[in-house]
């Protein structure tokens, strides 16, 4: 059974930085695809960013590019998000997933906990 424990979430300043971490075990994150979404009360969880195996191919949600990277040690099993530039509307909790086939929120996904970040001045 996969385990997913995301960490770094926050407060910033919004133009400030951060970093979520998430750590994956139980089952071969090395060859799934990883992805990190988001959501705010009242809302659908939000697609963010997503990373293949390799980490040689990444993909994200038009209003985060440029200002979210999401990279992968597959020796730690660990995934992260780096965030830049952060805005008052990237406020929400976030959430780590891992998917064999990259069929996001179907049966196959695991899901993290989740972590707050709040973007407040």
């Known amino acids: 059974q996969v385990q997913l424990v995301e960490s770094g979430g926050g407060l910033v300043q919004p133009g400030g930085s951060l970093k979520l971490s998430c750590a994956a075990s139980g089952h071969t994150f090395s060859t799934d695809f990883m992805g990190w979404f988001r959501q705010v009360p009242g809302k659908e969880r939000e697609f963010v960013g997503s990373?293949?195996?390799?980490?040689?191919?990444?993909d994200y949600v038009d209003s985060v590019k440029g200002r979210l990277t999401i990279s992968r040690d597959n020796a730690k099993n660990t995934v992260s998000l780096q965030m830049n530039s952060l805005k008052i509307e990237d406020a929400a909790v976030y959430y780590c997933a891992e998917d064999p086939i990259e069929s996001w929120g179907t049966t196959s996904t695991s899901w993290g906990q989740g972590t707050q970040v709040t973007v407040s001045s």
């Open positions: 990373i293949d195996w390799s980490g040689d191919n990444d």
